[in-house]
């Protein structure tokens, strides 16, 4: 069998090839290693635990890929089918390059988002925090994936060549792939923008074409706002740069909310004044004891229109104490005040001209004019 494979096989590649098993058997064995080591002394810090987690699979690949690189260079050039691989390792290690530059940003992404929870109750500045670097994450993730390809394209001699006659004539073709490329480069540049300037953060409550939501996630081209009925709305990254929307917790998560019903012109305010603060001492978990003010704040020829402003701790919060607050004062002025509640009046009198019918004759008389007192 060995003497078969010689005769096909000269001596000079069998012995290339016997170098390049070797040397990537022996790199494998001490890649893996080296991680284990690595692993070991990173273990007390965090950061450089998860960087040695995350790292550990593309080192394994990249030692090997370098070690086969240094047999085919070494070798000589009239092997066959040399060229060839040498191309194709270069590939590998560019590939390899790059896959370890995602995951080494991966690593720091994950190391930020741990230590910033945004599981918490001030979670404010956590989910500023975590805007940025996923946004910015994304985006540098997308540029070392770009470069990563334009390196394995300038590889190839055509793709050079193809590449530097683009760039003498990038007139009109300039121009035509400046504008398909629009989209892509307008939500790019506004993913930067949303990073920096921080219209939005994960997690904040947002009014966005009439519709209530959190901001779920956050992507190198769109955002996700998720619905209070658990539908998902897709927005480009773009929209929220050119189009004006709500932000209930840009500053803080704290909200003001009102409650608005009409009643009779006959209701007492007093009794519903000390029934609200008793309503809300009952809540605590709702009301955060910042404001509390009732107050008629409209009149019609029929009845008057009271206001309830009542704060919460968040939006979610304040949605179920405005329901509360509404429900349990309807309640308290019907069963205590029934009367109060908005009423349409209207007053019967007799009209002064009316007529008396004589029953002997048959003909309608005029009442006689009473005279004015003296």
């Known amino acids: 069998m060995l003497d078969e494979i010689r005769s096909h096989i ?9 170098a390049a098993a070797i040397t990537v058997l022996v790199l494998m064995i001490a890649s893996r290693l080296i991680t284990r080591v690595l692993q070991r002394l990173a273990k007390p810090v965090p950061f450089l635990r998860e960087l040695v987690s995350q790292l550990r699979q593309p080192v394994c690949l990249l030692l090997p890929l370098l070690g086969l690189q240094t047999v085919w260079t070494a070798a000589d050039d009239s092997l066959m089918l040399i060229g060839a691989l040498r191309h194709v390792t270069t590939l590998a290690i560019i590939g390899t390059f790059t896959w370890l530059g995602l995951r080494a940003v991966a690593a720091v992404q994950e190391m930020i988002l741990v230590h910033h929870p945004v599981d918490i109750a001030d979670n404010l500045r956590a989910r500023r925090i975590q805007t940025q670097t996923r946004v910015l994450v994304r985006t540098l993730s997308f540029f070392v994936l770009l470069f990563g390809l334009a390196t394995m394209l300038m590889t190839f001699p055509s793709a050079r060549q193809f590449g530097g006659s683009l760039l003498a004539s990038a007139g009109v073709a300039g121009l035509a792939v400046g ?28 009014i966005v074409e009439n519709e209530w939501g959190r901001i779920e996630e956050i992507t190198g081209t769109y955002v996700v ?15 929220f740069i050119e189009n004006p929307f709500q932000n209930w917790t840009r500053v803080s998560s704290s909200l003001t909310g009102a409650v608005t019903f009409w009643v009779d012109y ?13 309503l809300l001492q009952e809540v605590p978990q709702l009301w955060d004891g910042r404001v509390s ?17 009542v704060s919460s701790r968040d939006s979610s919060s304040g949605w ?34 009316t007529e008396v019918v004589n029953p002997h004759r048959h003909e309608p008389i005029a009442e006689p004019e009473r005279q004015p007192p003296v």
């Open 10 to 18: 000269p001596v000079a590649e069998l012995k290339t090839l016997l």
């Open 179 to 206: 504008f398909a490329a629009k989209p892509v480069l307008g939500n790019l540049i506004a993913g930067l923008q949303i990073a920096i300037t921080q219209p939005i953060r994960l997690d904040d409550v947002v």
């Open 225 to 239: 706002v998720r619905i209070w009925d658990d539908r998902r709305l897709i927005v480009p990254l773009q929209w």
């Open 266 to 278: 006959a209701i007492p305010l007093e009794p519903l004044r000390k029934e609200l603060e008793r």
């Open 293 to 309: 003010v009732l107050q008629v704040v409209e009149t019609s020829d029929r009845a008057i229109q009271l206001r309830v402003l």
């Open 320 to 353: 179920d104490l405005r329901c509360y607050i509404r429900e349990n004062l309807i309640n308290f002025i019907s069963h205590k005040h029934p009367d109060c509640l908005p009423q349409l009046r209207a007053a019967f009198q007799t009209s002064p001209t």
